[in-house]
C-alpha cells in the first residue's frame, strides 16, 4: 500500500488596517480552528466548485492554530496542494473579521513548518522587541500590554519547541535571522 504524501502549509492571519504592529495596538484574534479551517474549505468551493471542494475534502485539515500568534498549520495532500496554495489569497474575511492570509512556509513535513513557525516567532519577538524600546515612557499602559504580548508570544514559541522535541528535532534558532530583521525594522 502506498503512503499519503501530504504537504504542510504555515500561515498567518494578517488583519486589514495593519494592526500588527505596537503602536496601532495587537490584539488577539476572536477567531477559533474551526471558523478557519470553515472559511478555507468555502473559499476554495467558491473558485474551484464541487470538483475542487471534493478534492480536498478528506486530505484538508488545520493541524494547528495560535489565537495570539495568529500563525497555524494547515495539512493537505500533495497531489492537490495547488488548490490550497490558489485558495488562500482569496480568503477575506474570517468571522466577521475583515483580514487575510498571509503563507510563511510550504513543507512536506511537519517538523519543517513547525520549525518555520519558531524562526517566525523569533523574527516577531525581536522586532517587538525593538518597537518596545522605542516607545515613550507617557505610553507606560501599552508598554505594559505590549510586554504581556510578547510573553504571550514567547510561550508560544516554547510551545512550538516542545512539539520539535516530540518530533525529534533540535532547534537552534540562527543570529542571522535577528539581524535581518533589525537591519530591516
Same mark, same amino acid.
Do not use: W
Given at each position: 500500500?502506498?503512503?499519503? %504524501?501530504? &504537504?504542510?502549509?504555515?500561515?498567518?492571519?494578517?488583519?486589514?488596517?495593519?494592526?500588527?504592529?505596537?503602536?496601532?495596538?495587537? &490584539?488577539?484574534?476572536?477567531?477559533?480552528?474551526? $471558523?478557519?479551517?470553515?472559511?478555507? &474549505?468555502?473559499?476554495?468551493?467558491?473558485?474551484?466548485?464541487?470538483?475542487?471542494?471534493? @478534492?480536498?475534502?478528506?486530505?484538508? @485539515?488545520?493541524? &494547528?492554530?495560535? $489565537?495570539?500568534?495568529?500563525?497555524?498549520?494547515?495539512?493537505?495532500?500533495?497531489?492537490?496542494?495547488?488548490?490550497?496554495?490558489?485558495?488562500?489569497?482569496?480568503?477575506?474575511?474570517?468571522?466577521?473579521?475583515?483580514?487575510?492570509?498571509?503563507?510563511?512556509?510550504? @513543507?512536506?513535513?511537519?517538523?519543517?513548518?513547525? %520549525?518555520?513557525?519558531?524562526?517566525?516567532?523569533?523574527?516577531?519577538?525581536? %522586532?517587538?522587541?525593538?518597537?518596545?524600546? %522605542?516607545?515613550?515612557?507617557?505610553?507606560?499602559?501599552?508598554?505594559?500590554?505590549?510586554?504581556?504580548?510578547?510573553?504571550?508570544?514567547?510561550?508560544?514559541?516554547?510551545?512550538?519547541?516542545?512539539?520539535?522535541?516530540?518530533?525529534?528535532?533540535?532547534?537552534?534558532?540562527?543570529? @542571522?535571522?535577528?539581524?535581518?530583521?533589525?537591519?530591516?525594522?
Amino acid at each position: 500500500m502506498v503512503r499519503v %504524501k501530504r &504537504r504542510y502549509l504555515c500561515f498567518e492571519v494578517v488583519p486589514n488596517g495593519g494592526d500588527h504592529n505596537l503602536t496601532t495596538g495587537y &490584539r488577539k484574534l476572536d477567531i477559533t480552528e474551526r $471558523q478557519v479551517r470553515d472559511t478555507v &474549505r468555502q473559499t476554495i468551493a467558491d473558485i474551484y466548485g464541487d470538483y475542487g471542494l471534493a @478534492s480536498v475534502q478528506l486530505s484538508f @485539515s488545520l493541524k &494547528r492554530f495560535n $489565537q495570539t500568534t495568529r500563525t497555524g498549520v494547515l495539512a493537505i495532500k500533495r497531489s492537490v496542494h495547488t488548490i490550497l496554495l490558489t485558495a488562500l489569497p482569496f480568503v477575506k474575511r474570517i468571522n466577521q473579521l475583515d483580514c487575510f492570509l498571509k503563507s510563511i512556509h510550504l @513543507s512536506g513535513t511537519i517538523r519543517g513548518c513547525l %520549525k518555520a513557525l519558531a524562526v517566525h516567532h523569533n523574527k516577531q519577538i525581536v %522586532k517587538l522587541r525593538g518597537q518596545l524600546s %522605542k516607545t515613550t515612557s507617557s505610553s507606560l499602559l501599552s508598554s505594559v500590554a505590549n510586554q504581556r504580548l510578547i510573553s504571550d508570544i514567547e510561550s508560544a514559541h516554547k510551545d512550538i519547541e516542545t512539539s520539535l522535541l516530540v518530533h525529534r528535532i533540535a532547534y537552534q534558532p540562527s543570529s @542571522s535571522a535577528a539581524t535581518e530583521d533589525n537591519i530591516d525594522g
